[in-house]
């Protein structure tokens, strides 16, 4: 039997991690899906350090309050998973979302299984005063992502978790949406629609099996899905050709999805849906998809004018993303608007449904087929 390993090299120090034995037919590496709640990180750490400036800046950083949503809600679950035995170790590996943060200096189980992962130089490096951050994608099982925070004390810790903490945040957000999308699509995907959207208007994003088209106009297509009469998700898709990346300003993206909601999204008992202006917005510059373009995160409300000009307020409201963006080959402006009307429920995942569907955007003159399988 052998025992393979694998070498990471970072700048001034080369790590060494143990892999799975494999032989014969074992070297294919077989492996189960991951499991666990999507969104919970099991933090494998001790308890003195998770109730202490490990543990808390670990929640302020990888689980930040999201304060677009009618009620703030944690971006992720975190999760303290001690090792106490074997046992509790070999659940572990079979989990989703995994953050090993244990100072190497410690002399607890989660710091010793940190040290085995180390060769003698690694061991040498972080002890020193090096520390890293390392992620491993499928380490365990399949659909898996870990990270490694190696450093010698709680004060290298804090620093290494701070410096990182946007990339581990995108790196499990990412593989969140990877997996919720595979779900989401897994079940009677609607092939026609997304032909359909392809065939007229030159992209599709995908359709989820009990989505429908309720508006289909020249510049304009909004995608709803019904649970019930209380609850609802939808995806609006407009396009502005002939345009100029230079036109493309968060002004420009407030005022248009204004003008478009204003004018195709209204109540059924009057009123039409607009930005919520009395909460802060979300808007950054991003790349979508290889793409120059913006993401909006905010709320949107169902308001009205009575017949002196008043404003009325009709109570619904609910989350909204927004991506906006320019594409160089059919020189259009794009914008892709997912938004969420659940009252009574937590609205995090909802909104991330939306947004993977958003995120599997394609133009058919890029030579993609209508129902081409989408990385969300």
């Not at 407030?254 to 059924?268: C, D, F, M, N, P």
């Amino acid at each position: 039997m052998i025992i393979g390993i694998k070498r990471l090299f970072f700048p001034g120090i080369m790590l060494v991690f143990a892999s799975l034995p494999f032989s014969g037919c074992e070297a294919l590496d077989y492996k189960p899906d991951a499991v666990g709640a999507e969104v919970e990180i099991a933090i494998v750490i001790d308890l003195e350090r998770w109730n202490g400036e490990i543990g808390n800046t670990l929640r302020d950083e990888l689980s930040p309050w999201i304060g677009t949503l009618p009620a703030p809600e944690r971006m992720f679950k975190l999760v303290h998973v001690p090792l106490t035995d074997k046992k509790a170790l070999k659940r572990l590996k079979t989990l989703k979302n995994i953050v090993f943060a244990a100072p190497i200096s410690d002399s607890t189980a989660e710091a010793r299984f940190l040290r085995s992962i180390l060769d003698e130089d690694g061991e040498a490096g972080i002890s020193g005063g090096i520390s890293v951050v390392v992620p491993r994608r499928d380490l365990w099982r399949k659909k898996q992502q870990v990270f490694y925070v190696l450093a010698r004390n709680e004060e290298a810790s804090v620093k290494a978790i701070r410096t990182s903490a946007e990339n581990i945040r995108y790196a499990f957000n990412s593989i969140v949406r990877e997996r919720i999308g595979e779900d989401m699509f897994r079940k009677g995907r609607q092939l026609d629609i997304e032909q359909h959207l392809m065939e007229k208007h030159g992209f599709a994003v995908n359709a989820q099996h009990d989505y429908f088209i309720a508006i289909d106009t020249t510049d304009f297509v909004w995608l709803r899905r019904t649970v019930n009469s209380d609850s609802w998700r939808s995806v609006f898709v407009s396009w502005i050709d002939d345009a100029s990346p230079n036109s493309l300003t968060p002004e420009w993206i407030y005022e248009a999805r204004q003008r478009l909601t204003e004018t195709w999204i209204t109540g059924t008992m009057g009123g039409f849906v607009a930005i919520d202006f009395r909460r802060d917005l979300e808007t950054e510059n991003i790349d979508f998809l290889g793409r120059f373009g913006y993401e909006t995160r905010g709320l949107w409300h169902m308001i009205g004018h009575d017949e002196n000009g008043n404003l009325i307020e009709y109570g619904a409201g609910g989350p909204f993303v927004n991506y906006s963006f320019y594409d160089e080959t059919t020189r259009r402006i794009y914008m892709i608007d997912g938004m969420v009307f659940a009252p009574g429920f937590e609205k995090r995942e909802f909104l991330r449904h939306v947004e993977i569907i958003a995120r599997t955007f394609r133009l058919k003159s890029d030579g993609v087929n209508a129902a081409v399988e989408t990385a969300p």
